[in-house]
């Protein structure tokens, strides 16, 4: 049986036009990079139109929660960077999709991260975790290279309980194959508590950006919110002021992605 063609023609015809290319090349670019990932056409086809900055509209909403979470994942991955590669433009402000989430921009973030986001307290907390893997990500790339969890992380003593845990856990979802991935990387399958610990164990790598106030809190901020996160990601309700804590270093986090961005 062949491979299914890509059924989002009206997407297709869009990229083809601002490409200045035909449907076909794209077409046949995109099955492409459907076989290459291994992940659905109409996924490769949105993820190739967002990494030339076309616009994917109604594509992208038609998307079932199984697919938009592939596509979520596909876009934050380190290995994104090989498919769209960081370009040399001046630097702007942070566009997100929802006025009420401008607080807590990080602009080295996707907007898909953004999109389709539930309650406050659990978005607020989903958009903060991938932010900080995020960070970890840039800081230990750009200093131990890109196998930076194999070469340097597996071999930090006090990490090694973190380094087995998201071994098994890569394991046992490697065995559920009708389920959807969290991830390439093995940043992916750690949680809180764990990127938290990464950046205390790694104080050599992470000490520079917290060296100088007001930065220098944010550590012990992020910290404070461990009960607050364990407490939502149960599907339990926190009471205003702790969600207000939540709402105030969550800010501070992000108003200090911003100035690395900004610098």
Request: proline share 5%; net charge positive.
């Amino acid at each position: 049986m062949g491979r299914p063609s890509i059924q989002n023609s009206r997407l297709v015809s869009k990229v083809a036009k601002k490409l200045n290319k035909s449907e076909l090349d794209i077409r046949k670019t995109v099955s492409a990079l459907s076989h290459r990932k291994k992940i659905p056409l109409d996924v490769a086809l949105i993820f190739y139109a967002e990494g030339k900055g076309i616009g994917t509209g109604d594509a992208r909403r038609n998307l079932d929660s199984a697919k938009t979470l592939i596509l979520d994942r596909i876009l934050n991955s380190p290995e994104n960077e090989k498919d769209h590669p960081p370009q040399k433009t001046p630097k702007k402000k942070v566009k997100v999709p929802n006025v009420n989430w401008n607080r807590y921009a990080d602009p080295y973030l996707f907007e898909a991260v953004y999109l389709n986001i539930p309650s406050e307290a659990y978005s607020i907390l989903f958009i903060l975790e991938n932010s900080i893997r995020g960070f970890i990500s840039r800081v230990l790339s750009e200093n131990h290279g890109d196998n930076w969890w194999s070469d340097y992380i597996s071999g930090i003593k006090s990490l090694s309980k973190i380094v087995t845990e998201v071994e098994r856990r890569r394991h046992d979802e490697s065995e559920n194959w009708h389920h959807s991935k969290r991830g390439i990387h093995e940043i992916y399958y750690t949680d809180y508590a764990n990127l938290l610990a990464i950046i205390r164990s790694c104080d050599v790598d992470f000490s520079e950006y917290f060296k100088k106030v007001p930065a220098r809190n944010l550590p012990g901020k992020l910290e404070e919110l461990t009960p607050t996160r364990n407490v939502v990601a149960h599907n339990n309700k926190i009471n205003k002021t702790d969600l207000d804590r939540l709402k105030t270093h969550a800010h501070d986090w992000f108003s200090y992605m911003q100035s690395l961005y900004a610098n």
